[in-house]
């Protein structure tokens, strides 16, 4: 699963106290994936859905084989739902139900290897997980009339009785009765459709098994796009009059569809794929054939110059194989799924659009895992200790284990890599697995022992950090680097490369770092106009590297890597002389990758100053809207009059929304009171995914003009839209020191129905660290059965006390 932040994973904590947030939702219990009685071979579901009731009502037909002997009484999870009753054909079951728990008791005792079909109806209303209805109301009154599941990690037995375990693996059907002009969409393919009085049934049919979080139904008035990768058939579901932002959307699927089935060695698996663009959805989620997307991903026209969801496209399509195909048998081992998938970011992105763009994503990845690691905790990414399993979804699970497959990737060589997955995806076809089974599966296919690398990347924590310093001894025509480890020593491959005046000469030195301090000695052809460690970017690393500002400037033109530049970039802002000034202007102007461009923009205005200013204001020019979008914003650091009257006109007419809204932030730094009225007006113009209204909503914040304060407030409460409204919730959070009230207005948007203003007001409560929010906080910890709201209930509790008495 992906989560809305920017459409990936966004789950980075706040700066707290790294022991008390560990404890809290990490724990010490280890968990374990639960016992069996049986073996679910096969699950019916025949349900009527009244959207506008918001009820489920219906039977489950679950087809189930013993597994061992003297099997009379079938245990399933099921939760907020009322049973109606339970029979064996035509034969009445007595069953119980207490808490989330469902027991069926048989006729006659199960043998192993026995089956049964037991039928289970049942009613659910207004579910509080597994299950979503989306309607106008007060709260969102231009809402449209939908409902979706959401199952993972443990929620799909709140919409259907079923051993809700990633491990439990069937087939699967859904007949679905919905009104009339609704579709009903789900996993697998659609056996038949057809009206029976003022109702449409939509039957579809799973042929392969698969796990019970990742069934799925979505309905809705959609329209249908429907393209093709060789007899594929490639669906994408949409409210109707969206049919063109869909296809924008989603526009990279039959591409990743053509790459992933030839990287992976083993075709896409399923019949059909089909992505649901569904509104009040925080991510994406890899429903098996049948993903489930945010309505972000419908991108309008004006919006289509510098925005995409290619890479959450490729992840939750990534899953098919990487979660779907094969799937970890418990939550612990769920980097299996999510590591792969955000890899999975990489390897399409790379082949899309070069490596300099796919380099850049992935550090940004390595960096929101590194602030995680400080700021929140650290743990192996293989972890048995977790409260909910929601706790584990975090940057260790997705963004370190990303990189672990990237490193493995290159450690193990191309050959090798496509040889390990292709037969790890045909060993445990079907089957659910855990990290073993993966390190079995490279050791089979490439012969080497990789237990060290996993042991190191995957059952222990952290990663490396080194300093780095170059020195050059002119007389011995060496050139000397003396690395140290910081307090984690570990044993690493690294390429250190040198390369001469005007790229005459290039000689890279491979080496395994594995001691606290160790200086290495090499013979080169002259002084190294370029001294890089890590070049290609292989490692997942802190790096401070120590070396004259000739060198840095050489690196910023010269190096061959857009990362590489970029970071030379920002080394160059640390001296903030004109001559630097005068590359990063130039970098910033030319660079062929508009990463590195944009980066040494804002190294410009991290200089902070005449000349960088001077250099800035002319690079408004620049032609590329990300590009642009960063000058922007640097010069908004200034915050003053002549910055607000530079950017002005950028504010009001600019073709990017981005820039758009990062030049009402400016106006909203200025702290100008000419720019109010601009900044209120701009706060209510639609835009894709509300981005030039939240920009003003920004501004208006930083204004820090008290006037402002009834704006935000009414922008917090509904009708306000997401993401705007989430936005102004945080802004709120800024404004607790001067006005204390604020709590009990940011807790009342704990009783929205949307479960992502709900996290905004959680979190944005924690930052405020007032006790009085602990009573709400406290409430939801224990009282809401939503484990991903439990989860950050937890942190919020945690950041306010300051110690582990947040835990229960």
Not at 56 to 61: N, S
Request: aromatic share 10%; glycine share 8%; hydrophobic share 40%.
């Amino acid at each position: 699963m992906s989560l809305e932040g920017d459409f990936r994973c966004s789950r980075a904590g706040s700066s707290l106290a790294a022991g008390g947030v560990k404890s809290a939702l990490l724990g010490k219990d280890r968990k374990y994936a639960p016992d069996r009685a049986f073996d679910t071979l096969h699950v019916r579901l025949e349900l009527a859905v009244d959207v506008r009731a918001k009820t489920l009502e219906g039977t489950c037909f679950t087809t189930v084989k013993a597994i061992k002997d003297g099997v009379r009484r079938l245990e399933f999870d099921a939760g907020g739902m009322k049973i109606l009753g339970a029979a064996l054909g035509a034969q009445k079951l007595k069953f119980s139900h207490s808490g989330e728990r469902l027991g069926v008791t048989l006729t006659k005792t199960l043998g192993a290897g026995q089956d049964a079909e037991v039928a289970v109806r049942y009613r659910v209303v207004a579910p509080q997980r597994g299950f979503h209805f989306v309607a106008p109301s007060r709260e969102t009154p231009a809402a449209p009339v939908q409902g979706w599941s959401q199952g993972q990690p443990e929620d799909a037995h709140w919409w259907f009785p079923c051993h809700d375990s990633p491990h439990e693996k069937a087939t699967t059907e859904v007949i679905a009765r919905v009104p009339k002009g609704f579709k009903a969409v789900s996993n697998g393919v659609l056996l038949g459709r057809k009206s029976v009085g003022g109702r449409d049934s939509f039957h579809w049919r799973m042929n392969h098994p698969h796990s019970l979080y990742l069934v799925s139904l979505c309905v809705g008035r959609f329209a249908e796009v429907v393209e093709k990768w060789e007899d594929v058939p490639v669906i994408f579901y949409c409210e109707r009059g969206r049919e063109e932002d869909a296809k924008r959307g989603f526009s990279k699927t039959v591409a990743a569809l053509e790459l992933f089935s030839k990287s992976f060695g083993v075709r896409y698996p399923y019949e059909s794929y089909s992505q649901v663009a569904v509104s009040e959805f925080p991510g994406g989620m890899e429903n098996t054939t049948c993903t489930t997307q945010t309505d972000a991903a419908l991108i309008d026209a004006e919006a289509a110059a510098d925005n995409d969801v290619d890479t959450l496209v490729a992840h939750e399509l990534a899953h098919q194989w990487f979660g779907d195909l094969v799937t970890c048998r418990d939550w612990s081992h769920a980097w299996l799924n999510e590591g792969f998938a955000t890899y999975c970011e990489y390897i399409f992105t790379e082949h899309d659009k070069g490596k300099d763009e796919a380099d850049r994503d992935f550090d940004g990845n390595k960096r929101s895992y590194f602030d995680e690691d400080a700021h929140r905790y650290r743990r192996p990414v293989v972890c048995a200790t977790y409260k909910h399993p929601w706790v584990l979804f975090d940057r260790h699970l997705y963004d370190k284990g990303g990189w672990v497959l990237h490193m493995l990737r290159k450690d193990l060589g191309e050959e090798a890599w496509k040889r390990s997955i292709s037969h790890y995806l045909r060993r445990f076809r079907d089957q659910s697995v855990e990290t073993g089974d993966f390190i079995a599966a490279i050791e089979a296919a490439s012969g080497r022992n990789m237990r060290r690398f996993f042991d190191q990347w995957v059952f222990g924590a952290g990663y490396p950090s080194f300093e780095v310093r170059h020195l050059w001894n002119a007389a011995k025509g060496s050139a000397e680097l003396r690395v140290k480890q910081g307090s984690d020593v570990f044993e690493v491959p690294v390429t250190f490369r040198f390369t001469g005046k005007d790229g005459r000469w290039t000689k890279d030195f491979h080496e395994t770092v594995k001691d606290k301090e160790h200086t290495y000695t090499w013979k080169l052809p002259g002084a190294p106009a370029m001294v890089e460690v890590d070049p290609e970017h292989r490692l997942l690393k802190k790096l401070d590297l120590k070396k004259p500002l000739g060198l840095w400037r050489a690196q910023l033109t010269d190096a061959r890597s857009g990362l590489s530049r970029s970071q030379a970039a920002f080394a160059l802002s640390r001296w903030g002389d004109a001559a630097s000034v005068r590359a990063l202007e130039t970098v910033a102007r030319r660079d062929k990758f508009w990463g590195a461009a944009a980066d040494a923009a804002s190294s410009l205005g991290n200089i902070r100053s005449d000349g960088s200013r001077q250099a800035l204001e002319r690079l408004l020019a620049v032609e590329h809207p990300k590009v642009r979008r960063a000058v922007v914003s640097a010069l908004s650091g200034w915050a003053d009059s002549r910055s607000a009257k530079v950017l002005g006109s950028f504010a009001k007419k600019d073709p990017s929304i981005h820039v758009r809204g990062e030049a009402l932030r400016a106006l909203g730094r200025a702290r100008e009171p000419q720019h109010l009225a601009e900044l209120r007006a701009a706060a209510k113009r639609p835009s894709y995914w509300g981005t030039v209204a939240t920009g003003a909503l920004q501004g208006l914040s930083l204004s820090r003009d008290p006037r402002v304060l009834p704006d935000l407030i009414a922008a917090s409460k509904a009708p306000t839209g997401y993401p705007q409204r989430a936005h102004a919730i945080r802004s709120l959070g800024t404004w607790y020191q001067t006005d204390d009230s604020l709590v009990n207005v940011i807790a009342a948007s704990l009783n929205s129905a949307d479960e992502r203003i709900v996290m905004a007001a959680i979190s944005t409560l924690g930052e405020t660290g007032d006790r009085r929010a602990l009573t709400h906080l406290e409430k939801i910890r224990d009282k809401s059965p939503d484990t991903r709201l439990k989860t950050y209930a937890l942190e919020a509790i945690t950041k306010i006390k300051g110690d582990d008495d947040s835990k229960k």
